[in-house]
């Protein structure tokens, strides 16, 4: 674990005086044509750069969306997956997906980041002084690819990133395409690895807050990003031979050293968001009735790390709320429910944005495991996941916590995986979510004041931007989910 120093804020800074940000749902407008023959001479500053180096653009895209969609699981992927549920602003938790209050708009920050990271790729595919960079690039755009159709499905993709060819309303792809087609999630994870492995040349890769240059790391991550991928995609397409190759391999993320994350610090600016926005905010949220009979049932001391004893206990107790109640109509008194732990807020050294860990890679070995696609013993890498969760949120785990209340049973093992899994997801919101999805573990809860027909919201609208400003094959897009439904699944959920 790495703290972040003051430079990556420089960076960004000064990335934002190079570049100029355009705010399109899309973010796809990369050209324009000129209005007259000097517009170019005469709208260029002389004394500022028209280009940015990769190195700037790495620090970015990796810091951007990791403080960001932190955040973003905070505030609404904690909500989605009922480790948290909000007193007041809470239209969203109450399943109202298209309207982000304090947060539920992941699609301009997955752009952004997609954007930026196909810049990178161009640049490193047209200098040979840039080349380092393809194979990582190319990684990173299979996992910010992934977040996206996992969320929302079926979305702009391949001509998402050619404005400047004079395509500024781009089609939809289907997710199935997007995982398995050429220059889709998988591929792009295989050809990384490849890139990678040939690269010959003596440059270094500058900007990389996630493995400080050392290619080893972006080789594991790109094949536990794989296994993650494959086990997404089980449900439509044999796996098992590739889930095989890699775990016997076994080049993938495997120690909490390795993992895919950045610390945060406990001071600006490289704090947590949450610990830099007002009391009112932070305290909007407090610990979901869901997770609370979860870690209570399992005498789970993680507890005392993702919560605090709510004000009114006598005991040092926990207590939490039913997600999705009708603020108009409830009168809730904070002090009768737990807060997020300090972690969250006072303690954020202590906190990591997450991108892939040891512990859900074993999690997904050993569901692996248990469903027969690899050759491996579900119960020792279950313990072992379990046991590199509670280090990753520094928490003692209990000398009897396998053998007793956690203790592994492979008549509910598949819910045992996913639970832990969900657990530990708690700095990561919308992948609880996700795994939900796809699993049905853990059993989450009819929500209080349902604004969705009591229906657990099973994808990401598209923004109303999107209508807009990309209407006809908008209107493909929401045909297929019946009206842009949130409760149309997406391709490997069907």
């Not at 703290?3 to 990369?30: A, G, W």
């Not at 209050?101 to 752009?111: T, V």
Request: net charge negative.
């Amino acid at each position: 674990m790495r703290p972040l120093v003051v430079l990556v804020l420089n960076s960004v800074l000064t990335f934002k005086l190079m570049i100029k940000k355009i705010f399109l749902p899309l973010f796809i407008l990369l050209g324009f044509a000129t209005c007259t023959n000097d517009f170019e001479d005469i709208n260029t500053n002389p004394n500022a750069p028209v280009d940015v180096q990769p190195n700037l653009l790495m620090r970015q895209v990796i810091y951007d969306y990791g403080e960001r969609m932190s955040y973003e699981g905070f505030v609404a992927g904690n909500l989605l997956g009922q480790y948290l549920t909000a007193l007041d602003f809470n239209l969203f938790d109450r399943h109202a997906l298209n309207s982000p209050q304090l947060g539920g708009n992941p699609w301009p920050i997955l752009y952004t980041n997609l954007r930026d990271t196909e810049i990178i790729l161009q640049k490193a595919r047209s200098s040979e002084t840039f080349a380092v960079y393809e194979g990582p690039a190319l990684i990173y755009k299979a996992y910010l690819t992934m977040v996206l159709t996992d969320l929302f499905g079926d979305v702009p993709y391949r001509e998402a990133f050619i404005g400047d060819k004079g395509t500024v309303t781009p089609k939809y792809d289907s997710q199935e395409e997007i995982y398995t087609d050429e220059g889709g999630i998988l591929e792009n994870l295989e050809k990384g690895v490849t890139a990678i492995s040939a690269y010959k040349g003596s440059f270094v890769l500058e900007g990389d807050i996630l493995f400080d240059g050392q290619m080893n790391g972006w080789l594991r991550f790109a094949n536990s990003l794989q296994i993650k991928a494959l086990l997404r995609i089980s449900n439509k397409v044999d796996v098992s031979s590739q889930l095989q190759a890699i775990y016997t391999n076994g080049n993938y993320i495997q120690h909490n050293t390795e993992n895919a994350i950045f610390q945060f610090t406990d001071s600006e600016p490289n704090n947590f968001r949450m610990a830099r926005l007002r009391a009112g905010d932070f305290n909007n949220f407090v610990m979901s009735e869901t997770i609370e009979e979860i870690l209570t049932e399992l005498n789970d001391p993680r507890i005392h790390t993702l919560f605090r004893p709510y004000a009114n206990a006598s005991d040092a107790s926990y207590n939490g709320l039913l997600n999705g109640i009708d603020a108009s109509q409830t009168t809730i008194s904070l002090a009768d429910y737990s807060l997020a732990g300090t972690i969250f807020r006072e303690n954020t050294g202590q906190l990591a944005a997450n991108y892939m860990t040891a512990w859900e890679t074993h999690f997904l070995l050993a569901e692996a495991a248990q469903r027969g696609l690899i050759n491996a013993d579900a119960k020792t890498l279950y313990e072992l996941a379990v046991t590199q969760a509670f280090a990753y949120w520094n928490t003692n785990l209990p000398s009897d916590y396998l053998t007793s209340t956690a203790a592994y049973d492979p008549n509910k093992g598949i819910e045992q995986i996913i639970t832990q899994k969900w657990i530990a997801n708690m700095i990561n919101g919308y992948e609880g979510w996700i795994e939900y999805r796809r699993t049905g573990f853990p059993q989450l809860k009819a929500i209080s004041a349902s604004l969705n027909d009591n229906l657990m919201p099973i994808r990401m609208p598209y923004p109303a931007e999107e209508a807009t400003l990309n209407a006809a094959n908008y209107e493909q897009a929401a045909a297929a989910t019946n009206g842009n439904s949130i409760n149309v699944g997406v391709w490997w959920d069907d």
